[in-house]
């Protein structure tokens, strides 16, 4: 008889790069709530620090970008702990820009940390899983849909999705799971200047039948259980929380005009 006590992730390590702030942190927490021995990796040492102890977890300093600080990480993890069962990459930034503006200025930092640093992520963190686990990409319904001047970041996610469906292949063998999450836009930090302009909101909201903007724990829930047993067959889709927008639209630049002008002809 199961252990009605026992919690989906004990016994478990997790890492969670990105996890200093945002979606990350709010991961982090759920796995450690869950039972998980947490990992927390990211840039700025301050921030890193206070969000591990805040959690109960063990911080690492990890430029995503880099290849080998991303091996350290996994030997790291490997050298504290013995084993690794959970990863998950929510490192991020958002921005936007028109094709007809994108430079290399823009472009490269974005390709770097949204696709080149997250299949970095799957490559050492896979090796580290000595008896099988789950890799857990938090995405974007912008790799999915299209999304008007986001070109280089949904152009980013479209590619680490495309290869989380090729690494669940090559993996899948020795039971490691490689699964990603389209998420729609969530309240965050990152995500704060658009959450204030209320016709941005009211243009998410006429494309999403649930009829509410996405909370940090519907991304949690969905990567925490995609992490965990209960997810044991499932492997190499993209899942989306989005409240069904996916069924319409991301709203375009002139649905939010429409609605910017909705606004001051009833102000």
């Known amino acids: 008889m199961q252990d009605s006590n026992r919690r989906r992730f004990d016994g478990r390590v997790a890492v969670v790069v990105g996890g200093s702030s945002g979606l990350g942190l709010d991961i982090a927490y759920g796995l450690a709530r869950e039972g998980a021995q947490v990992v927390i990796a990211a840039r700025d040492g301050e921030r890193l620090t206070g969000a591990a102890e805040a959690v ?56 770097a940390v949204q696709f080149t640093g997250a299949v970095y992520f799957l490559r050492h963190m896979a090796g580290a899983m000595q008896g099988g686990g789950a890799i857990v990409t938090i995405s974007s319904l912008t790799g999915v849909l299209v999304a008007q001047n986001y070109a280089a970041y949904a152009g980013a996610k479209a590619g ?34 658009l959450f204030s302009i209320p016709a941005v909101q009211s243009a998410f909201l ?56 909705a606004g001051r002809d009833t102000g």
């Open 56 to 111: 109960g977890a063990t911080p690492i300093a990890c430029d995503l970008t880099n290849f080998a600080s991303l091996e350290a990480l996994a030997a790291q993890t490997l050298e504290r702990f013995g084993r690794l069962d959970v990863a998950v990459n929510s490192a991020g930034f958002e921005q936007q820009a028109a094709i007809r503006d994108i430079t290399p200025e823009t472009l490269e930092p974005m390709v």
């Open 160 to 193: 680490i999705n495309h290869v989380t469906r090729i690494a669940a292949s090559e993996y899948g063998p020795d039971g490691i799971r490689v699964n990603a999450i389209a998420a729609s836009v969530v309240e965050t930090p990152m995500t704060a200047h």
């Open 206 to 261: 006429e494309q999403t039948p649930l009829g509410r903007m996405s909370e940090p724990s519907d991304v949690t829930s969905a990567a925490l259980w995609l992490a965990s047993d209960e997810a044991s067959y499932v492997t190499g889709q993209i899942l989306a929380v989005d409240g069904g927008t996916s069924t319409r639209k991301l709203p375009s630049n002139d649905d939010v005009a429409r609605h910017l002008n």
